[in-house]
């Protein structure tokens, strides 16, 4: 059986790699991406590009943005979140890469120095000129009461969440963080991705490379299922929930 062999592997791992997805998140009731009902399929993104050129498509951006955090406030870490703390708590994961904004592995349990943001994290904002970090909390009423995208009272440069926007660089550090971590692993978990998009698509063929075995879990086919040594459709959490077990409270 597959969660048999799924077994094996994640006990004869000392240092694996579990590359994360919207899809790991979305039993936390927050929606993916690609899926019917998907984010992407209600709004198509507002690209870098766009945000900075127009004080529009910024207007716009903070609206999405404050509109989505109020419909999965309070969502919490799941069983999968809570299944792959543990397994980096006993020193399976050394490594948790996700493309994931919401805080969540970190809430699970996930210590800072196992967890790599390669899309960045969106329950904060920062300054695009000097960097300085601005609280959710205190730009909403501003831009509630005037309808202005916030700007950076130090240097009134452009304020934007703390996230990676298409047409925007990755956060350098940060990838080449992840692939170390991928370089040396000996398992790499590619978890509720469709891994269509730079660099999810080239993880875990580095993996492969680096002669680690490849997971793919994954509710729909995904382009690498081919280079898998061993594919799950299943709900993520009925695949991950027996490693959750005797944990969940931290
Ligand atoms: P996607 O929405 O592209 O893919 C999520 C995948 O998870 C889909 O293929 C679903 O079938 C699967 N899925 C959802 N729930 C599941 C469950 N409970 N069990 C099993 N599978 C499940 O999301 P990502 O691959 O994370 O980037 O998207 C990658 C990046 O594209 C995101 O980080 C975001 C987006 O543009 C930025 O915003 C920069
Ligand atoms: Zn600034």
Same mark, same amino acid.
């Given at each position: 059986?597959?969660?048999?062999?799924?077994?094996?592997?994640?006990?004869?791992? $000392?240092?694996?790699?579990?590359?994360?997805?919207?899809?790991?998140?979305?039993?936390?009731?927050?929606?993916? &991406?690609?899926?019917?009902?998907?984010?992407?399929?209600?709004?198509?993104?507002?690209?870098?590009?766009?945000?900075?050129?127009?004080?529009?498509?910024?207007?716009?951006?903070?609206?999405?943005? &404050?509109?989505?955090?109020?419909?999965?406030?309070?969502?919490?870490?799941?069983?999968?979140?809570?299944?792959?703390?543990?397994?980096?708590?006993?020193?399976?994961?050394?490594?948790?890469?996700?493309?994931?904004?919401?805080?969540?592995?970190?809430?699970?349990?996930?210590?800072?120095?196992?967890?790599? !943001?390669?899309?960045?994290?969106?329950?904060?904002?920062?300054?695009?000129?000097?960097?300085?970090?601005?609280?959710?909390?205190?730009? $909403?009423?501003?831009?509630?009461?005037?309808?202005?995208?916030?700007?950076?009272?130090?240097?009134?440069?452009?304020?934007?969440?703390?996230?990676?926007?298409?047409?925007?660089?990755?956060?350098? !550090?940060?990838?080449?963080?992840? !692939?170390?971590?991928?370089?040396?692993?000996?398992? &790499?978990?590619?978890?509720?991705?469709?891994?269509?998009?730079?660099?999810?698509?080239?993880?875990? $063929?580095?993996?492969?490379?680096?002669?680690?075995?490849?997971?793919?879990?994954? $509710?729909?086919?995904?382009?690498?299922?081919?280079?898998?040594?061993?594919?799950?459709?299943?709900?993520?959490?009925?695949?991950?929930?027996?490693?959750?077990?005797?944990?969940?409270?931290?």
């Amino acid at each position: 059986r597959k969660a048999d062999r799924l077994r094996e592997l994640i006990e004869s791992a $000392r240092a694996a790699v579990a590359f994360t997805g919207a899809g790991v998140s979305t039993a936390s009731g927050i929606p993916d &991406f690609r899926s019917p009902g998907g984010l992407w399929s209600q709004n198509r993104p507002i690209d870098f590009g766009a945000f900075v050129a127009s004080p529009e498509m910024r207007r716009e951006a903070w609206r999405r943005k &404050f509109v989505t955090d109020d419909a999965t406030r309070g969502a919490a870490p799941n069983p999968v979140h809570h299944a792959i703390a543990r397994l980096v708590a006993q020193g399976t994961i050394a490594c948790v890469v996700t493309q994931n904004i919401d805080d969540l592995h970190r809430v699970s349990g996930v210590p800072d120095d196992r967890l790599i !943001e390669l899309h960045g994290n969106g329950t904060y904002a920062t300054c695009l000129d000097c960097g300085l970090r601005r609280e959710l909390a205190d730009i $909403r009423p501003a831009f509630e009461a005037t309808g202005r995208a916030p700007r950076c009272p130090a240097c009134d440069g452009l304020v934007k969440s703390a996230t990676v926007s298409f047409g925007q660089a990755m956060p350098q !550090e940060a990838m080449r963080a992840a !692939e170390r971590a991928t370089a040396g692993c000996d398992l &790499f978990l590619a978890l509720g991705s469709s891994l269509v998009v730079y660099p999810a698509a080239l993880l875990p $063929r580095m993996a492969k490379r680096a002669g680690a075995p490849l997971v793919i879990a994954n $509710r729909e086919p995904t382009d690498l299922d081919a280079y898998a040594d061993l594919v799950l459709r299943d709900d993520l959490v009925e695949i991950f929930a027996p490693y959750a077990e005797a944990q969940t409270v931290r």
